[in-house]
């Protein structure tokens, strides 16, 4: 069954939930700003609700009165001030309107099913991916495997648990993958974390960052290939952004490339092939599928130009949104604006509550 068209009433009353407790907290304040500058305030109810680093819930009064001002009067991250509050209390839902939650939580504790969770069992509609494909994607261990277990071409890589990393580890990393190699917390994203090692004391000192942040590790292969990133937009019947192409200012697109220093050149649409282009958006749906998203996520591939092509790198169920973020970018220049991005997605996360609720009303 397709995506069918959701009615608008009753009031929707749109909860933007941001921070959160991870080493992404200040990504997500930023990303928050820009989608609550694009959001129709005449159109939804627009309520900001702030998840501080350590763990309490705000209702974030601050960011709610920059927001009257005008769009133009929010600062470049939202404030997370504001009158505390429980999360029954913030999505609690009245006779004459609808709560939808707009989760702009990264990393662990928001973009990893936690937080997706906790919205299930409040009976919320929620945009974005479930609770099954948010851990799958958060957990770049896991992905991989059930990438392999679907036949989708990916780097070659080795994932260790903390417990298992020692000399014999290091030996095995040499010989499979080789130098330069890169080393990441699998539980996490916007590249914290992240390391490039080219020789063996820079591999210690990559898994010991690493381990910082999670005690899952996954250990890659450097490709000499091409940065690739597709959009995906939708619930069970998902379609295929055009693909932007990446070319970092640094040796990799790492954490200040991607939000301070802004020096990546980002190409939309990326200039492949029809043909390439074409496999690189089925093979987005794909990977989509088969981690069972809905709503949105971002697919990054490499492209091994000569060698073996596309292989995917990961998939974000939580991309950015900041200005130089590339999801926006894509969905823009295949013809779907952005504030016309964030009705679509709202629109996906009822749909998605509406088919699920009477499935269990005929339990």
């Not at 080493?23 to 109810?45: G, I, K, N, P, Q």
Request: glycine residues 8%; contains cysteine.
């Amino acid at each position: 069954m397709a995506d069918e068209p959701v009615p608008t009433s009753p009031r929707i009353r749109l909860v933007m939930l941001f921070g959160g407790q991870s080493a992404e907290h200040e990504v997500s304040l930023v990303t928050a700003r820009h989608v609550l500058a694009a959001t129709d305030a005449e159109r939804y109810d627009i309520s900001p609700v702030a998840i501080g680093k350590d763990g309490r819930w705000v209702l974030a009064h601050d960011a709610a009165l920059a927001l009257a001002a005008g769009p133009d009067a929010l600062p470049e991250g939202l404030p997370t001030t504001g009158e505390p509050t429980e999360p029954a209390g913030a999505l609690a839902q009245a006779d004459d309107e609808r709560v939808v939650v707009f989760p702009l939580l990264h990393g662990p504790l928001g973009e990893d099913g936690t937080v997706q969770g906790l919205l299930e069992l409040a009976g919320v509609p929620y945009v974005g991916c479930g609770v099954l494909a948010s851990a799958l994607a958060m957990d770049k261990a896991m992905a991989k495997e059930v990438f392999a277990a679907k036949g989708i071409p990916q780097a070659r890589h080795v994932s260790l648990l903390e417990q298992e990393v020692d000399a014999a580890a290091i030996d095995r990393l040499e010989i499979e993958l080789g130098y330069p190699m890169f080393v990441k917390p699998a539980n996490m994203g916007s590249s914290v974390g992240v390391s490039k090692a080219h020789d063996r004391a820079e591999l210690t000192g990559a898994i010991e960052l690493a381990l910082r942040y999670d005690e899952s590790l996954v250990i890659e292969e450097t490709i000499d290939g091409r940065e690739i990133e597709c959009a995906v937009l939708g619930n069970l019947d998902p379609r295929a952004s055009m693909p932007g192409e990446i070319r970092p200012g640094a040796e990799f697109y790492d954490y200040a490339d991607k939000y301070q220093s802004g020096t990546a050149e980002l190409i939309i649409p990326a200039d492949l092939s029809p043909e390439v282009t074409t496999e690189l958006r089925a093979m987005a749906v794909k990977a989509f599928r088969a981690l069972g998203c809905e709503g949105m996520a971002r697919v990054d591939f490499f492209y091994e130009e000569g060698g073996r092509g596309l292989l995917v790198n990961e998939i974000n169920t939580i991309p950015g949104f900041t200005p130089i973020s590339m999801y926006p970018k894509m969905w823009e220049a295949t013809g779907l604006a952005y504030p016309d991005l964030i009705d679509e997605l709202i629109r996906l996360a009822i749909e998605r509550y509406d088919r699920r609720a009477s499935r269990r009303r005929n339990d």
